[in-house]
């Protein structure tokens, strides 16, 4: 069964999932909606870059945040300096490495529902005065309803599931940063497979409800 | 070139200022009519005025609308028509434009002003369904309706579904109307949003010929019973003669005529592209009705036509065309032909087609303009010369309404 330090790894995986996917939403929205718009040449350099935690091995990723985050390095000098101390090896730490690696899982889908739409219904809504605000809200959404399903879904599920970001940035401390990827991974460890089966078993049924929720009751999904 | 355009237009404005329906003169907004423009000339209307650069494509226009009734922009496929309706509403940026609505200025590069479209108030019609998926119907209508200001007095919600006949449709979802329907139900939409200015971007280019005439007699009804000025683009003669009180001729992206319907229909001086088409206009009344022979009488400034019996009180209005090609001309009336409409016409002018075997004689039947197409050798058989008097026979007539 579960055990109690087990549990609070679940719980703690839930708390970072949720908030990651929150944090997703928000800033990932303006930028596949940028990306589909802009007529800018940084658009090359922007789709690239937010594309990178797709082929860049987690360790370099979770490399580089320690470097940027930590005492030396400029993000931390930073946070220091706002009184927020560093954020390696925190909740916060965990919480900015993981929106940096599963960016991609929300843009990517956003940005394919938000071309699909096409020019013509912004148009119709700013003859019919709304601004492009209002028509974001009002038209955008509402029609890319699915690509949000799938940005948020995938966003989620991609945030639980994450490991080596989290134990280069995170550590591995128990109720702080010890999510449940890392918690199998010490199970493995110390030989306890079966506490390791348990938790793996619910990552497994998990990802898999995810997906069926994904295919089986998004019909719209399925057919394009 | 610009100046050209302009001397154009100003030669053929006296034209359009003498003709048509009187237009009403209001200020809209309480703003302080102009002294230059309270000298004759109305502050409703749109004065626009274009130059956009594509890669393969030009457009210069300048435009001079009348405040009310419909005005088409008639041209061929690429001749800029779409493009100069959507620099009016502001969708397409024209870089160097000046864009004046019933005396509001829209656009004016000059000073810096460009008004988002969303700032304009105008109501647009696209050319296939623009209809928000998401919504019903009644939502659809209302999207604009919410929008639109408060203050501004407009077409109640009631009046717009009545005239477009679209109350059983309110609750449906878009994807299950017709093309004929969710065109009157777009119609309706931009109507409720409060538009001091109506854009038909071709509505009907997307419907087959029997919900094409199915959506005409609504859009004759908004014609009667708006009071703003409508811009239509078409390409279909048929729609324009029937539909538009103004032409502007479109080609390569510039204004090759502009003015009243009648007067600019009957211009022989047009590039031969349209002269294949050549027709007038002729606004007529139901003057009698010949009930044993089972026609009607139509008149008009220049006489009578008989057309088959018309299902329409005596005095009411109607719109026919007659094609260049359908009118023969006569020396003599011909009093044993079998032809039944017979015009006595003077000569006025003659030119080229496109097909050097005809030539297209401008004729005035009493102060109305006809064109006739005949052959170059009848013209010269019978030395026919400008003022020359003789009879039009006209062959068809083809009825709107």
Known sequence: ?224 | MANRLKETLDKLMPVRVGQGVPERRKDLHGHDVRPELDEGLDQKGLKACFKINYPEFNLEVDLDVPGRGITALFGHSGSGKTTCLRAVAGLERAANGYLEVNGEVWQDDNRGIFLPTHQRALGYVFQEASLFAHLSVRDNLNYGLKRSAASTQGIAFEQAVEWLDISALLARRPERLSGGERQRVAIARALLSKPRLLLFDEPLAALDLKRKAEILPYLERLHDHLDIPMLYVSHSPDEVARLADHLVLLAEGKVVAAGALQETLARIDLPAAFADDAGVVIDAVIGGHDDQNYLSRLDFGGGALFVSRQDKALGSGLRCRIHARDVSLNLERADNSSILNIIQARVIAVADTDNPANVLVRLDAAGTPLLARITRRSWHNLGLAPNRLLWAQIKAVALFN
Request: hydrophobic share 55%; glycine share 8%; with cysteine.
């Open chain 1, 1 to 224: 069964m579960l055990s109690e330090a087990d549990l609070a790894t679940l719980l703690l995986t839930l708390k970072v999932a949720c908030l990651a996917t929150v944090l997703l939403l928000i800033f990932g929205t303006p930028i596949a909606w940028w990306l589909v718009r802009t007529p800018s040449r940084w658009k090359g350099v922007v789709n690239a870059l937010v594309a990178l935690p797709l082929v860049l091995p987690p360790t370099v990723l979770g490399f580089y945040l320690l470097v940027l985050m930590g005492p030396v390095g400029p993000v931390g000098q930073l946070t220091v300096q706002l009184g927020l101390g560093t954020l390696p090896f925190t909740f916060g730490g965990i919480i900015v490495a993981s929106v940096l690696y599963s960016l991609p899982f929300v843009v990517q889908p956003l940005q394919t529902a938000f071309a699909a739409i096409g020019e013509r219904p912004l148009e119709v809504a700013a003859t019919l005065r709304a601004s492009p605000l209002d028509t974001f809200f009002s038209v955008v959404v509402p029609l890319t309803q699915h690509g949000f399903m799938t940005a948020t879904v995938l966003g989620f599920a991609h945030t639980v599931g994450e490991f080596g970001v989290v134990l280069m940035v995170g550590g591995n401390i128990p109720g702080k940063t010890r999510v449940v990827s890392v918690q199998i991974y010490n199970h493995v460890e110390a030989m306890e497979y079966a506490q390791a089966h348990w938790l793996a078993a619910c990552l497994l049924v998990f990802s898999f409800v995810v997906l069926l929720l994904l295919y089986g009751l998004n019909p719209k999904q399925g057919k394009h």
